[in-house]
């Protein structure tokens, strides 16, 4: 099998799911009769007053007891890639997840369609990431429908991205929008706005790598942002319905709007047959074979 293959495509898929920040996941347009509050949610905002950050933690902790919702997404990385995700995650317990991606635009999605597949089914089981791909990638992987992305072998990708991806595929609950604010301390009310037919509370903040400490701020790096502009919308239950995140990488602009809905539904993710499965630490063995 060519180099090439494994530095245009299997790589990739490894790293759609990541780009889609497991924290986003929608359909592109606006979808919802939303009433935008009076000033903008960009730049920078004053300093959180103790009710925003009360409401945040309440919101957290009753999006954490959820234990699961069916997501949907949208996400653009410049042009490097675009997409739209679709399908249900459960973090009660071990993170599960069954999900649809769809590549809809940018430099990796050229590069998947020109490998024959311009969609991938995902699922996620406590111990690794499964990407299935088309038929004719298969014909690639010895007729071989699924990829197996372990998650300690992503770990020891080189240059710390393999150990950032593994944290967001092992944590699947949508709380790091909410611990950005939260850690950042720069949020504020916005006010009361209609999604989707649902009554919610809009906040707002700006987040940067120099206003976080510890693992955060590690993970922002890691993951090339410089500046994020970090908006969430609330029902009534304290429940996460919408959140939009609009930033600066280090490779260009990326923006992502994810909604939420059907709160602790149940998930479950079959594992693939062992015997239409390719591994994608055996993969990486046969470059350059």
């Known amino acids: 099998m060519k180099d090439g293959i494994f530095r245009r495509g299997i790589l ?37 007053d103790p009710r925003s950050l009360a409401a945040l933690r309440a919101v957290e902790k009753a999006t954490a007891k ?6 949907e997404s949208t996400t653009s990385m410049g042009g490097m890639l675009a997409l739209e995700t679709g399908g249900l995650l459960g973090w009660a317990g071990d993170s599960v997840g069954t999900l649809r991606i769809t590549y809809t635009g940018g ?36 007729g071989r429908h699924w990829i197996r992305y372990a998650y300690d072998d992503l770990a020891s990708l080189p240059g710390g991205s393999g150990a950032y991806l593994t944290d967001q595929l092992r944590n699947t609950a949508p709380l790091q929008p909410l611990r950005l604010l939260l850690a950042s301390g720069d949020v504020r009310r916005v006010g009361e706005e209609t999604v989707r037919g649902r009554r919610t509370t809009h906040y707002s903040g700006t987040v940067t790598p120099a206003s ?28 996460l319905v919408k959140r939009a995140e609009r930033g600066e990488l280090s490779s260009g602009r990326m923006s992502s709007t994810a909604y939420y809905r059907d709160y602790g539904v149940k998930v479950t993710a079959p594992r693939p047959p062992e015997s239409d499965t390719a591994d994608f630490k055996d993969l990486l063995g046969t470059r350059g074979s």
């Open 212 to 239: 976080l400490t510890g693992a955060l701020k590690e993970q922002l790096e890691q993951a090339g942002v410089t500046e994020e502009t970090v908006d969430i919308w609330v029902d009534d239950h304290d429940l």
């Open 107 to 142: 430099q990796l999605a050229e590069t998947m369609r020109a490998l024959g597949s311009t969609s991938m089914e995902a699922r996620l089981l406590p111990d690794a990431y499964y990407a299935k791909v088309g038929d004719a990638f298969a014909r690639r992987l010895h």
């Open 12 to 48: 990739p898929v490894a790293v759609v799911f990541a780009l889609c920040p497991l924290t986003a996941c929608s359909h592109f347009g606006d979808g919802d009769s939303s009433r935008r509050s009076a000033g903008p949610s960009g730049g920078r905002a004053a300093p959180a």
């Open 66 to 71: 959820a234990g699961s919702a069916r997501v």
